[in-house]
């Protein structure tokens, strides 16, 4: 079985400050990591993901995360947030298992930016 | 490529009738899944299709749901009979292969009175 854990369903930063969303997962298997971003109204973009290789992944709009095995996080960050970022963000863990795919998402975290 | 198009984008229908929410899958890609999205239980994988097939429908709430993938660029999920708990955006998405990116389309907002 497979979950994440997004810590904090809503976050708020000022504009031009560090953003952080925290993500936490669990997989028997080594996971493929996920990081989409939802505007209202809109369905789900992908921000970035990893798979294998480097653990600093860079994805769209500034933001980058870093998948670290010892401590199961693939935490999210941007070191200057803009108002168009405000959104909320999903992460997510593809596990594998014989004969079944699913990729299992956190809950989101809300981020806001105060001008 | 026009991305995976969902229709209607929003619906609006009484308790008890039968709603039909359509997906036209990237052109190429051989999954399909169908997502639900609450405030209260976030979002849920509902059903995926590999090839048109149906693999994992664990996630279908109950019997009133179904789904069908009858080619490549066409999938259904039809509600029957609709109840009020049901009003959700349901999204669709579609991949190239497994485990990897999924991509979404634009949502249907149900809303059943």
């Known amino acids: 079985a497979q979950s994440v854990t997004q810590l904090g369903s809503h976050v708020s930063v000022s504009e031009g400050a560090l953003v952080l969303l925290r993500c936490n997962y669990s997989s028997s298997v080594p996971p493929y990591l996920f990081w989409y971003v939802q505007y209202p109204n809109q369905g789900l973009q992908l921000l970035l993901k990893y798979t294998t290789g480097a653990t600093l992944v860079k994805g769209i709009n500034g933001f980058e995360a870093e998948f670290k095995k010892s401590e199961t996080s693939f935490h999210l960050t941007k070191p200057s947030a803009h108002m168009s970022d405000a959104a909320e963000y999903f992460c997510?863990?593809?596990?594998?298992?014989?004969?079944?795919?699913?990729?299992?998402f956190g809950k989101g975290t809300k981020l806001s930016v105060i001008p | 490529d026009a991305g995976v198009i969902q229709s209607p984008r929003h619906e609006v229908t009484e308790m008890g009738q039968e709603v039909t929410l359509r997906c036209k899958p990237i052109s190429g890609h051989d999954y399909l899944f169908w997502y639900r999205q609450t405030m209260m239980r976030g979002l849920e994988l509902l059903i995926y299709f590999n090839n048109n097939v149906p693999i994992d429908d664990s996630g279908m709430p109950e019997d009133r749901f179904s789904a069908k993938m009858p080619n490549a660029s066409f999938s259904t999920l039809k509600i029957q009979p609709s109840e009020p708990r049901d009003s959700a955006v349901y999204f669709c998405a579609s991949s190239s292969s497994r485990r990897e990116t999924q991509y979404f389309g634009p949502g249907t907002r149900l809303l059943v009175l």
């Open positions: 997510a863990v593809a596990g594998s298992g014989a004969g079944s795919y699913q990729l299992t």
